[in-house]
């Protein structure tokens, strides 16, 4: 028997089904698919893969992912771990699990990958949405963030192959599809062209969604896709991460605040049965009360009514990490807030019958 053990991202969920499936035929080995976008998420693959240990005494435990990716020895030192394989080597984990290996560690160099698991699933255990990796890595560096560290450059999965993974799970009755990606907006050549192409090959999806989107890069093809296809779910989650434009530009976002209440009511516009959320970061370094204030009338300005709220949480090795800290019980706080802002904001939006 094979368990995964998930941390983290859609990107990880697609993948650790992936790992399953591939892996199916073997006995006693347990996969700990780990998450590294914040150092408590570190931790908690840390403790889990300790716990893990403890209770499967016998069983062999690999770690992969991108917390193996960025920081392969811390998990190589663990007397619990068997074998370390980073995200690159992930892809051909049925090769390294079934040869005769000396080594504790493999991990590459993700920024010479330009690959990605061609494999095809069957389906997601347990699960009425399925996710469709359409492309990995990303070429932007926001000052918070290590993800571009462990998953290396943008790259996108083939037309061709995204079409045939979409028409396997149609077949094993998935009704709902969602795009997954690093940077999904990011898709070459077109993120709308294939959206389109999409909804064209599959006019009877009941459903096709999306991760987040990035604010910056979502155009109006997408837009006019958003008003001519009932199908493609009205539920948009915009990576916004803050309302205040000067904290924006420290975090090397792309957009501005008056460009995500400009995308919103464009989106409306076309799709008056839009509803919006958002992801944000309360207490990113430098943050005032005044612009962490303006963050929460984005919710109202912008009319988002599901967030996704993280208080910042330092990455070695990232620009950010170097900036003049906000205190951690500041960030709770706000955090706090937000999500209370977050609430009512469902609150109201439910009470209009929006779904």
Excluded: W
Aim: charged residues 30%; aromatic residues 8%; hydrophobic residues 35%.
């Amino acid at each position: 028997m094979v368990e995964i053990v998930t941390f983290g991202c859609r990107m990880n969920s697609f993948e650790s089904e992936i790992l399953k499936e591939k892996l199916a035929e073997l006995e006693n080995v347990i996969v700990v698919n780990t998450c590294a976008v914040t150092g408590e998420a570190e931790r908690q693959c840390r403790q889990a893969i300790r716990k893990l240990r403890k209770e499967n005494p016998q069983a062999r435990i690999i770690v992969t992912g991108c917390a193996a990716q960025i920081a392969p020895q811390k998990y190589a030192r663990m007397p619990e771990v068997d074998l370390v394989l980073g995200n690159r080597e992930k892809t051909e984990i049925e090769k390294y699990i079934n040869g005769d290996l000396t080594e504790k560690s493999i991990v590459g160099d993700i920024f010479d990958y330009d690959g990605y698991d061609r494999y095809l699933i069957t389906g997601f255990e347990g699960r009425q949405r399925a996710f469709v990796q359409i492309q990995q890595g990303c070429d932007h560096r926001c000052t918070y963030c290590i993800v571009p560290y462990a998953r290396g450059n943008n790259r996108s999965v083939a037309e061709e192959d995204i079409l045939k993974q979409i028409a396997e799970l149609r077949r094993q009755g998935f009704d709902e599809i969602c795009l997954t990606g690093v940077d999904a907006c990011s898709y070459c050549p077109s993120f709308s062209g294939l959206v389109k192409k999409i909804l064209e090959t599959f006019p009877d999806l009941p459903s096709l969604q999306f991760g987040s989107l990035d604010p910056a890069a979502v155009d109006d093809d997408f837009i006019t896709l958003a008003a001519e296809y009932g199908n493609l779910y009205p539920y948009f989650h915009l990576s916004v991460q803050s309302g205040d434009n000067m904290i924006l530009k420290r975090m090397k976002r792309r957009h501005s605040r008056e460009d995500v209440i400009a995308l919103c009511r464009k989106i409306r516009n076309a799709r008056p049965d839009a509803v919006f959320g958002a992801d944000f970061i309360c207490g990113f370094p430098t943050e005032t009360e005044e612009q962490f204030e303006n963050t929460l009338k984005l919710v109202d300005e912008a009319g988002l009514s599901k967030l996704h709220v993280f208080p910042y949480s330092e990455r070695a090795g990232t620009p950010a990490a170097l900036m003049p800290q906000v205190p951690v019980e500041i960030r709770r706080e706000r955090a706090k807030r937000l999500r209370e802002k977050g609430e009512a904001a469902e609150r109201k939006c439910n009470g209009k019958g929006n779904k």
